[in-house]
């Protein structure tokens, strides 16, 4: 789960620099994950209400849920392509 704004200056970086690197995507793709984004642009009660139930209360706010790990891998606010595959490769050996 990605949760930006179009206001969101590091949501844009983590969006350019990692989750549209051609390397994540494909081991997304390759690992089937599910991708979602929540746009918060307009302060939505529903994603902010959802967010502060990680005790966050602002973004960006990314998150991977897995079968073994329903309450999700929380990742830090600027994301790095070395996170993302850690939480992508622990997500495998899981399953």
Known sequence: VDVTAKWCITCKINKKLVLEDKEIIELFD?????????????????????????????????????????????FHEILSKKSIKKAINKVRTED
């Open 30 to 74: 390759k690992n089937e994950v599910k991708k979602l984004r929540a746009d918060w642009t307009d302060r939505d009660s529903q994603i902010l209400e959802y967010i502060s139930s990680y005790d966050k209360y602002g973004i960006p706010f990314n998150i991977l849920y897995s079968k073994k790990d329903p309450k999700g891998i929380i």
